[in-house]
């Protein structure tokens, strides 16, 4: 795949992440983990949500030097990208009081962060700042990916709820339904196989990615 069809991938996966992201939000009826702490802290601090994601995912990022982590120009669009595409969404959408209107909205939200997940995967240009937390302490401590991510979620889960973020059918919703969802949107965007006697560059986005940010 050529390389600037690469980088509209990257770029357009994370701004629709972030846009999913602030969908999630105005719906107020649970956020996706990250979302969560986000909230949470954003409440706290008076700073915006975007601004919140931000910071963490930064601070995520300098994790990586014990562990020993690689960035990739992925990574770093991740941090600031998402953020951003958070606060001018969120400054774009009205509020929503109505649950005929927050239903949509969370729906949307979900389905929306699926296909920007598979977009931004399929796009290989590393792991958003999340996820290689995740696969340096799989690395480093043995554990499976599967524990190591229940176990990160979970704390940010805790901590963001403790800290005001909501917690909902939203939130169970999106566990439920981001592993299938990024999976089918993955396909879709990943990378068509080099045709016979031609010479391979891709054969598409590795399907074992992580789906967190």
Known sequence: MPLVHRLVRLYAGLAL?????????????????????HQGLAERTGLSI??????????????????????????????FVVG?????????????????????LLLAGVVLNGAATGLYI????????????????????????????????LAVVATGFALGGTVG??????????GPLAQLFLRVFAA???PPGGTAVASGAPRRSILRR
């Open 192 to 194: 068509p196989a080099a």
């Open 169 to 178: 059918a939203g939130t169970v919703l999106y566990a439920l339904a981001i």
């Open 122 to 153: 399929a796009a290989a240009f590393g792991p958003g700042p999340r996820d290689g937390l995740m696969t340096g302490l799989h690395r480093r401590t043995g554990r499976s990916v599967r524990l190591v991510r229940t176990g990160i979620e």
């Open 17 to 37: 992440y972030g846009a999913s992201a602030a969908l999630l939000v105005e719906a107020g009826l649970g956020l996706e983990p990250w979302g969560v702490l």
């Open 50 to 79: 975007g601004v919140v994601s931000i910071a963490v995912g930064a601070a995520v990022l300098l994790l990586w030097i014990p562990l020993r982590q690689r960035p990739g120009l992925g990574t770093v669009s991740n941090v």
């Open 84 to 104: 951003l595409a958070m606060d001018a969404t969120l400054a774009l959408v009205p509020d929503a009081r109505a649950l005929a209107v927050r239903v949509p």
